[in-house]
C-alpha cells in the first residue's frame, strides 16, 4: 500500500478535495494508494472534523510545545514514517500547512514532499499572494503544484492552473477563484504522480 500522509493548519479544503477524489476514482484499486493520515500543527484546524468523519487517521502536533523547529520537525518526521511500508515510503502532501520546514527535513522526503501555493511560481514566492498579484496589476495569476526542496516556494513544477484577475476583483474574490481550481488540480497531479 502506498499511503498518502496529509499535513494542514486550517480548513483543508485541498485534503479534502483530494480524499474525494482519490474515493471516486478507486486509487486504492487502481493503485493501492490511499490518503492514511491527516496531520496539523493546529488541534483547531477544521479539516480535521471531516479527515475524522472519513475515517482517516489523525494527529495534531503543536508546534508550540516543541522547544525548536527541528524538534518539530522530527517529531513529524515520526508521525509520518508510521506510515511508510516496506519498499513503499509514504508520499507527504502539504496542504495549507502554514510551517517553515527545516532543510533536513526537506531533504529527508526528497522527491516525495509536495506543496501547492497559490500563485503561479515562480511568481510571488511567500504570504499574501492574492493581494500582491493585484498590486502589481496582473491580468492573470493562478496556483502551482510543485516538489518541495530547500528554497520556499521552489521546486520542479508538476501543475498549474491559470485564473483571471477581473478589473473589481478583491484578494478574497481572487483566492475565491483561485481554491476551486486547486480543488482540480492538486488530486490530478497526485494521480498523475501516483500512476508512474
Ligand atoms: C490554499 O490556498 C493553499 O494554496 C494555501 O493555503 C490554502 C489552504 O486552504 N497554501 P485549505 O486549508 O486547503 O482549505
Not at 130 to 135: F, G, V
Request: proline share 5%; hydrophobic share 45%; aromatic share 6%.
Amino acid at each position: 500500500m502506498k499511503n498518502i500522509v496529509i499535513l494542514i493548519s486550517g480548513g483543508g479544503s485541498n485534503m479534502a478535495a483530494i480524499v474525494k477524489v482519490a474515493r471516486r476514482e478507486g486509487w486504492q484499486e487502481k493503485w493501492r494508494a490511499r490518503v492514511a493520515a491527516v496531520i496539523s500543527n493546529k488541534a483547531s484546524a477544521g479539516g480535521l472534523v471531516f479527515a475524522r468523519e472519513q475515517g482517516i487517521a489523525t494527529e495534531v502536533l503543536d508546534h508550540k510545545t516543541f522547544a525548536s523547529r527541528e524538534a518539530f520537525d522530527e517529531a513529524l518526521s515520526t508521525a509520518i514514517d508510521r506510515f511508510d511500508e516496506p519498499g513503499q515510503p509514504a508520499l507527504v502532501v502539504l496542504a495549507g500547512f502554514m510551517r517553515i520546514l527545516t532543510p533536513g527535513f526537506v531533504s529527508r522526503y526528497e522527491g516525495r514532499l509536495l506543496n501547492i501555493h497559490p500563485s503561479l511560481l515562480p511568481a510571488f514566492p511567500g504570504l499574501h499572494t492574492h493581494q500582491r498579484a493585484l498590486d502589481a496589476g496582473c491580468k492573470v495569476t493562478g496556483v502551482t503544484v510543485h516538489q518541495v526542496t530547500a528554497d520556499l516556494d521552489h521546486g520542479p513544477i508538476l501543475a498549474q492552473a491559470v485564473v483571471p484577475v477581473l478589473a473589481a476583483d478583491t484578494a478574497a474574490d481572487l483566492a475565491a477563484r483561485v481554491l476551486t481550481q486547486e480543488h482540480l488540480i492538486y488530486p490530478r497531479a497526485i494521480a498523475d504522480l501516483l500512476q508512474k
